[in-house]
């Protein structure tokens, strides 16, 4: 059984989200990871067709960077 390739990238995306959330009480960094992760995510949802799913990642990518601003300035 082949995995098309939005399906690996959606794969990879979710997974590096999901480490990186695991890891954010580590360092700042990985709250700005998961940011992106999100936003890799977000990407997933869309380019899949579940743009409901890709609007909720976007909206936590925006969360995530505000966590970041805020505890890089902390």
Do not use: K, N, Q
Not at 12 to 34: G, H, I, K, Q, S
Not at 39 to 48: I, T
Not at 54 to 68: D, F, K, P
């Amino acid at each position: 059984m082949a995995v098309d390739p939005v399906t690996a990238f959606g794969i990879a995306a979710l997974t590096f989200m999901m480490v990186m959330y695991a890891l954010e009480p580590r360092d700042v960094r990985f709250v700005l990871a998961f940011a992106l992760g999100c936003g890799l995510s977000s990407a997933y949802g869309f380019l899949s067709g579940a743009w409901p799913f890709g609007v909720v990642e976007a909206v936590w990518a925006i969360v995530a960077l505000r966590r970041y601003g805020a505890r890089a300035r902390a």
